[in-house]
Protein backbone atom coordinates (compact mmCIF):
# COMPACT_ATOMS: atom_id res chain seq x y z
CA UNK A 1 0.00 0.00 0.00
CA UNK A 2 0.86 3.28 -0.34
CA UNK A 3 3.10 4.71 2.45
CA UNK A 4 5.02 8.23 2.46
CA UNK A 5 7.28 9.03 5.76
CA UNK A 6 8.59 12.23 6.26
CA UNK A 7 11.20 13.35 8.52
CA UNK A 8 13.88 16.02 9.31
CA UNK A 9 11.46 18.38 11.72
CA UNK A 10 12.69 19.92 14.53
CA UNK A 11 13.06 23.10 16.30
CA UNK A 12 15.68 26.23 15.00
CA UNK A 13 15.80 29.60 15.25
CA UNK A 14 14.41 32.05 13.16
CA UNK A 15 16.94 32.75 10.32
CA UNK A 16 18.05 29.04 10.30
CA UNK A 17 17.51 26.24 7.66
CA UNK A 18 15.88 22.69 7.61
CA UNK A 19 15.51 19.99 5.25
CA UNK A 20 12.54 17.63 5.07
CA UNK A 21 12.73 14.38 3.62
CA UNK A 22 9.45 12.23 2.70
CA UNK A 23 10.52 8.40 1.84
CA UNK A 24 7.05 7.29 -0.91
CA UNK A 25 6.88 3.39 -1.42
CA UNK A 26 3.61 1.67 -2.88
CA UNK A 27 2.92 3.60 -5.97
CA UNK A 28 5.49 4.27 -8.71
CA UNK A 29 7.21 7.56 -7.65
CA UNK A 30 8.62 8.29 -11.17
CA UNK A 31 5.07 9.00 -12.29
CA UNK A 32 3.75 11.03 -9.68
CA UNK A 33 3.39 14.87 -8.86
CA UNK A 34 4.59 15.28 -5.40
CA UNK A 35 3.50 17.93 -2.61
CA UNK A 36 4.18 19.45 0.93
CA UNK A 37 1.55 21.28 3.08
CA UNK A 38 1.74 22.61 6.51
CA UNK A 39 -0.64 23.18 9.30
CA UNK A 40 -0.33 25.30 12.16
CA UNK A 41 -2.17 25.50 14.65
CA UNK A 42 -5.61 26.70 15.30
CA UNK A 43 -5.53 27.51 10.99
CA UNK A 44 -6.52 25.41 8.23
CA UNK A 45 -3.93 22.61 6.23
CA UNK A 46 -2.30 24.68 3.80
CA UNK A 47 -0.15 24.23 0.60
CA UNK A 48 3.40 25.02 0.45
CA UNK A 49 5.03 23.49 -2.74
CA UNK A 50 4.55 21.20 -5.58
CA UNK A 51 7.03 18.96 -7.74
CA UNK A 52 5.91 17.17 -10.74
CA UNK A 53 6.86 13.38 -11.95
CA UNK A 54 10.53 14.28 -13.56
CA UNK A 55 11.03 17.50 -11.30
CA UNK A 56 10.52 20.05 -13.98
CA UNK A 57 8.29 21.84 -12.78
CA UNK A 58 8.19 23.57 -9.24
CA UNK A 59 5.51 25.76 -7.50
CA UNK A 60 5.52 27.60 -4.54
CA UNK A 61 2.87 29.38 -1.56
CA UNK A 62 3.94 32.62 -1.98
CA UNK A 63 4.31 32.93 1.95
CA UNK A 64 8.01 30.75 1.10
CA UNK A 65 8.71 31.76 -2.61
CA UNK A 66 12.69 32.41 -2.29
CA UNK A 67 13.16 30.76 0.87
CA UNK A 68 11.77 26.87 0.15
CA UNK A 69 12.76 24.59 -2.55
CA UNK A 70 11.17 21.76 -3.02
CA UNK A 71 13.34 18.56 -5.03
CA UNK A 72 13.16 14.75 -5.73
CA UNK A 73 15.32 11.68 -5.77
CA UNK A 74 13.68 9.65 -8.09
CA UNK A 75 15.81 6.57 -8.11
CA UNK A 76 15.08 6.82 -3.81
CA UNK A 77 11.88 7.88 -4.28
CA UNK A 78 12.32 10.38 -1.62
CA UNK A 79 10.94 14.27 -2.05
CA UNK A 80 13.08 17.03 -0.29
CA UNK A 81 11.50 20.57 0.93
CA UNK A 82 14.83 22.71 1.90
CA UNK A 83 13.89 25.25 4.27
CA UNK A 84 15.96 28.56 4.56
CA UNK A 85 15.09 31.70 6.05
CA UNK A 86 12.93 30.52 8.33
CA UNK A 87 10.44 32.55 10.62
CA UNK A 88 8.29 31.85 13.41
CA UNK A 89 5.42 31.55 11.11
CA UNK A 90 6.44 28.93 9.63
CA UNK A 91 5.98 26.93 12.94
CA UNK A 92 4.06 23.87 11.96
CA UNK A 93 3.31 20.30 11.19
CA UNK A 94 4.45 19.70 7.60
CA UNK A 95 2.98 16.77 5.50
CA UNK A 96 3.91 14.80 2.53
CA UNK A 97 0.95 14.57 -0.16
CA UNK A 98 0.44 12.20 -3.37
CA UNK A 99 -2.58 12.00 -4.82
CA UNK A 100 -5.41 10.60 -4.87
CA UNK A 101 -5.60 11.12 -1.27
CA UNK A 102 -2.51 9.91 0.85
CA UNK A 103 -0.91 11.89 3.27
CA UNK A 104 2.07 10.68 5.83
CA UNK A 105 1.98 10.90 9.22
CA UNK A 106 3.79 15.04 9.43
CA UNK A 107 6.93 16.24 10.94
CA UNK A 108 6.94 18.71 13.36
CA UNK A 109 8.55 22.21 12.64
CA UNK A 110 9.22 24.79 15.45
CA UNK A 111 10.90 28.02 14.83
CA UNK A 112 11.59 30.23 18.16
CA UNK A 113 14.31 31.49 19.83
Known amino acids: QVQLVESGGGLVQPGGSLRLSCAASGFTFSSATMKWYRQAPGKERELVAT????????NYANSVKGRFTISRDNFKNTVYLQMNSLKPEDTAVYYC??????WGQGTQVTVSS
Open 97 to 102: FVGPGY
Open 51 to 58: ITSAGRIT
